[in-house]
Every structure is written in C-alpha cells, then in structure tokens.
C-alpha cells in the first residue's frame, strides 16, 4: 500500500547519549493524551521523551476504514508527539530506526556500531514499529510498506473483552515468521515472565489483559550482512482500545 505522508528527517541530525538501560527493551505505541492520539516511546510505565526523538521516526502514515491512506503527521505538542491527519483516521502506523548500538563491557551502551566500538560485547542495530488501531477493523489489517516487522490480528474480529483470548500473526519482511516473541501487555507488564512464541504460520495466541488500552508488542531477532552490528532486532507494537461501560 502507497504511503502517503512521511516525516522525513536526517537521522544524523541528532546523537542520543549514552543509555544504561537496554536500549533494545523499548519500544514505539499510540495511546491517548488529552483527547489526542500521541506517540508514546518507552516500556511499561516509562514513558520517555518522544519528542526528542522525533528524527528518527522516518515515516507516520494514517489509513480510513478501507485502509485508502489519510495525509498524517506528528506534531510536537509540548511533551508529547500527537498525530495530525486531515480527516478521522481508522489506523495510524510508524516506524522508527534507533539507530546502531553497542554495549561495553561495563555495561553501558553507546550510539555507534561495533566498528567505533571495537570492545562491545553486543552490537545491535534497532527498528521499531507502532500500528494503533481507532476502530474495529472491517476489513484485514494489511501489511504496511516499510514495516519489516508487523503485528496483525490473525482474525477479522477483534475480542471486546478482558480476559478473552486473540489469535495474531507476525510478519517479518512480508512472511509469516516462526519463533517470534509476543508479549501481551507491554504497558503493564514489560518482564511478562511466559510471554507467547509464534508457531510455523507466524501465529501466536494471547490473552486481552485490559479494558482499556491494550498495548501488544511483538519482537524478533534478524540476521544481518552488516558488519557494524551482530544483529538487528525489530520492535513491532499493536495498540487498541476495548470500550468500558457507559458513565
């Protein structure tokens, strides 16, 4: 499917710091601010700067319920990145590149690849994707461009309740992927101790733990020919809402 508007950046433009925490750990949603649909990057309750790291989103695209593109944008809103499009949109989707990094061995991890930090004891090259849904699809979620890992509803209808159970499908570079991780509950359980694997067909079944925002993220490990790292890992997250009862 054709994108429609991207944000393009100079992913140069801007060196993030050294980080002790994982950087790999976090990961991109959509979730409701104030009445808007912000970008939300973190993992669990940490949500973090976003709008610092707006050069490196590289594309944030809004469909309607046909899933015919929808002119999108962010916005720097304060705090907080909020989606801009020109009409309602159905879904919004965006990806991020993070970017090469390295993990020294004392621990601490830096903004470069391995061939400027020749000591790492890790070197990851890292992707991160959000799709978020505003409505119960009416027609299967495609597979957007550029999304080498995403995270779909393996069944048109989605449950509306807590506690049901959903069946999704893992794609990575447009196929259905084996072996791929699915936590259930990104937002409020990031160190989910069982999360689901996928099976042969890319499917995975989990349970919907919220009625409310449900924050679904799937992970997978790639090989890659790129020297400066010993892999890429891929961050794809599935965001949507069960409505609550009437006030």
């Not at 689901?196 to 924050?215: E, F, S, W």
Request: net charge negative.
């Amino acid at each position: 499917m054709r994108l429609v508007r991207t944000l393009s950046v100079a992913l140069g433009v801007s060196t993030l710091l050294a980080a002790t925490a994982p950087v790999g750990a976090h990961g991109i949603w959509f979730a409701q601010r104030a009445r808007q649909l912000a970008l939300i990057y973190g993992v669990g309750a940490d949500d973090l700067d976003a709008v610092k790291r707006l050069p490196l989103v590289k594309t944030v695209t809004g469909y309607d319920s046909d899933w015919a593109p929808v002119a999108t944008s962010l916005r720097a809103a304060g705090a907080i990145p909020v989606v801009d499009s020109d009409e309602p949109v159905a879904a919004v989707a965006a990806i991020m590149d993070y970017g090469y990094w390295s993990k020294t061995p004392d621990g601490e991890w830096h903004n470069k690849g391995r061939d400027e930090v020749p000591t790492a004891t890790l070197a990851e090259h890292n992707f991160k994707y959000a799709v978020h849904l505003t409505q119960v699809p009416t027609k299967p979620v495609p597979l957007f461009e550029g999304h080498m890992l995403q995270l779909v509803p393996a069944d048109l209808a989605i449950p509306q309740k807590m506690g049901e159970l959903m069946k999704v499908r893992v794609y990575y570079k447009g196929k259905p992927v084996a072996g791929a991780t699915v936590m259930q509950d990104y937002v409020n359980d990031p160190d989910e101790v069982a999360p689901a694997k996928t099976g042969a067909d890319g499917t995975a079944t989990i349970k919907l733990r919220n009625q409310g925002i449900n924050v679904l993220m799937a992970i997978y490990v790639g090989q890659t020919t790129d020297k400066k790292v010993d892999h890429e890992e891929y961050r794809a997250s599935l965001s949507f809402v069960l409505p609550h009862l009437p006030e």
